[in-house]
């Protein structure tokens, strides 16, 4: 069965500090692969998106995800955060041709300390 | 393009009463999703629509709750009657495509608190 794992509730980060998220996914097939930030009383954003090429991928405010299918894995990182970049995040997979089509992990909440 | 557009951004009902919450799908999308947000259950799909068509309802709650999309411009949840473990933010997103391929486009969400 499909899912998606975000193993990390709450990370504490110093700003400027270097940051991963982790993402473990199950699927069957070659998985559509998207983080998505959300503020708070806000909707989800997409921060980046896997299809296929190139396993290292750029997103929007910085952020970079790498795809390694070895690991079924798809962290998110960013060399050095800012105190904005507090929120919640979210690595989905995409699954077309399923009920669900869209599988979305718990989220990791981050915090950024000045 | 304005996004997608959702309404109220805030509800407070009773619980017995009828709740319904309103979206506005961006322009040419033709997959329309409703989700559930809540500390305990995170975000949980509860219905799928694909060219007005609902695909899968598997999330929804119960009977309580149902979603209709009349055109491609417009979607409703009903919830009747509410009760207070509805209390959730519903978020609705679209799509261009038959979904799990694209990038979701979420609204700002509609909060609902069920007394």
């Known amino acids: 069965a499909q899912s998606v794992t975000q193993p990390d509730i709450h990370i504490t980060v110093s700003e400027g500090a270097s940051l991963e998220l982790r993402c473990n996914y199950s699927?069957?097939?070659?998985?559509?692969l998207f983080w998505y930030v959300q503020s708070p009383g806000q909707g989800l954003q997409l921060l980046l998106k896997y299809f296929s090429g190139d396993t290292l991928v750029q997103g929007i405010k910085g952020f970079e995800a790498e795809f390694k299918r070895s690991q079924s894995s798809f962290n998110l990182r960013k060399p050095s955060v800012h105190w904005s970049d507090a929120a919640e995040y979210f690595c989905?997979?995409?699954?077309?041709?399923?009920?669900?089509?869209?599988?979305f992990g718990t989220g990791t909440s981050l915090t950024v300390i000045p | 393009d304005a996004g997608v557009i959702q309404s109220p951004r805030h509800e407070v009902t009773e619980m017995g009463q009828e709740v319904t919450l309103r979206c506005k799908p961006i322009s040419g999308h033709n997959s329309l999703f409703w989700y559930r947000q809540t500390m305990m259950r995170g975000l949980e799909l509860l219905i799928y629509f694909n060219n007005n068509v609902p695909i899968d309802d598997s999330g929804m709650p119960e009977d309580r709750f149902s979603a209709k999309m009349p055109n491609a411009s417009f979607s409703t949840l009903k919830i009747q009657p509410s009760e207070p473990r509805d209390s959730a933010v519903y978020f609705c997103a679209s799509t261009l495509g038959a979904g799990g391929t694209g990038e979701l486009f979420f609204g700002e969400g509609s909060r609902l608190t069920v007394l």
């Open positions: 699927y069957g097939a070659t998985p559509y």
């Open positions: 989905a997979v995409g699954a077309p041709n399923t009920g669900n089509q869209f599988y």
